[in-house]
């Protein structure tokens, strides 16, 4: 079954999906607050944290049945003496829904302010969300949120609110549904267009197992656009499943595959683009032209290798224009510029040697050279002196530098931020094939672990991978023989 918008299954609350909460109006002071008049009650968004009555009571979906129950039971039984308190008993459950879902935009809108984080696709989902924890008997129903950036209200209103300041920090709530944070997150996402794939797989299992629970599955409208979504829906109409899929249309997809009063997409017009491109003069010039070029290009093509030189070439002819670079979490490092900003060329497959040591070199790579040299001044407190290298390239590898750190030092370790089988494995790769692996030299490479990172701040992540500064110092107290001072630093 299909549900489209945010309709869902009883007719009171396919009316209220399908309103959106009274915003303010244009003025400084109304555009403060989300207000409706004739019921008296208001919700501050200034910034400060915002008064929710009804929201305070909710910790899991069960309560806010037992919220509507509570307020129709009294008119229910008056209702066979009275038609009107009938009435009255369903708009006043109305109402109440309608004041939560109110009050928890209110609640993202200030948690978010705070946090950062998914925003309009968490408000656009709001009274979905409510609607569907009402009607649904949730975790026993599965609610799969396609993608999952939505998720905050879900979030909210299954017993996670407390912890909603933790989002997407080190420890904290996932920006996505987890499976193992919450038992009403039924799939993890975090990819678009899954939902109702995944859905299906849990329809079939139910029926496997002979159970009656609801199976549904919320998609959007620019998921829909995934050749996945039709696909699962194709799957699930020829096996007739049980599965509900909810279209939450926000009509933001603009690029329609035929207009249903107009003409049909005109499909002709890569044909005639193409078509007016060959009658050109210029391109019929430049195919001759490149006719007469067929040897000189089967000549250079064994010279086409891998090769960063080409990267150099190309970059002289972009052209000098602003730039822009992203940094999505974390800070960069931060450079002292030469003089007149003309520094030195950077050789190919060269590294450098940032501190001299003895007895312990470190060979960073990429961004771990930062803490190597962390772990350096660390270690200098401790009378040990360390070696810092910057390796700068992977491949081509800097033999000569690695030579001279085996050669120099007892303990050589290497640094990464990659998995196993990367620079670490390069370098003793290359130490065993010269035979000095052979000798008193102790190796060890430094790498991410073989399992998933959980989000956080970079540096929090580095301390659970393993790769910090004191990570790194204990480590090499270790290899020096000094098992109780690396002990102080894990």
Known sequence: MIIHGAMVVDDVFQQFCLRASAS????????????????????NFSGEKPATPLLDTINYPAHMKNLSSQVSFFFFFLSFFCSFCFVLCVYTAFLDLEQLAAELRADIVYTVSKTGGHLSSSLGVVELAVALHHVFNTPEDKIIWDVGHQAYPHKILTGRRSRMHTIRKTSGLAGFPKRDESIYDAFGAG??????????????????????????SVIGDGAMTAGQAYEAMNNAGYLDANLIVVLNDNKQVSLPTATLDG?????????SALAKLQASTNFRKLREAAKGSS??????????????????????????????????????????????????????????????????????????????LQAASMLKSRDISVTV??????????????????????????????????????????????????????????????????????????????????????????????????????
């Open 295 to 372: 040897s000189l290009i089967l000549k250079q093509a064994s010279n086409l290798r891998p090769n960063p030189l080409h990267l150099h070439i190309l970059a002289a002819f972009i052209d000098d224009r602003p730039s822009c670079f992203r940094f999505p979490r974390g800070n960069g490092i931060g450079v002292t510029l030469p003089p007149n900003n003309k520094g030195t060329p950077l050789e190919i497959g060269k590294g450098r040697i940032l501190l001299e040591g003895c007895r312990v070199a470190i060979l960073g790579y990429g961004s771990m050279v930062q803490q190597c």
């Open 389 to 490: 290298a910057d390796a700068r390239f992977c491949k081509p590898l800097d033999t000569d530098l690695i030579k001279r750190l085996a050669s120099e030092h007892e303990i050589l370790l290497t640094v990464e931020e990659g998995s196993i089988g990367g620079f670490g494995s390069h370098v003793s790769h290359y130490l065993s094939l010269t035979g000095i692996l052979d000798g008193p030299l102790k190796l060890r490479a430094m790498v991410l672990p073989d399992r998933y990172i959980d989000h956080g701040a970079p540096q929090d992540q580095m301390e659970e991978a393993g790769l910090s500064a004191r990570h790194i110092s204990a480590t090499i107290l270790s290899l020096l023989g000094r098992p109780k001072e690396a002990l102080q630093f894990k």
């Open 191 to 216: 990819h678009s267009s899954t939902s109702i794939s995944a859905g299906l797989g849990m329809a079939v299992g139910r029926d496997l197992l002979g159970k009656k629970n609801n199976v549904i």
């Open 263 to 271: 003409p049909a997409t005109p499909v002709g017009a890569l044909s």
């Open 24 to 43: 303010g109006s244009d003025g400084d002071e109304e555009g403060k607050m989300m207000w409706r008049e004739k019921d008296q009650w208001k919700i």
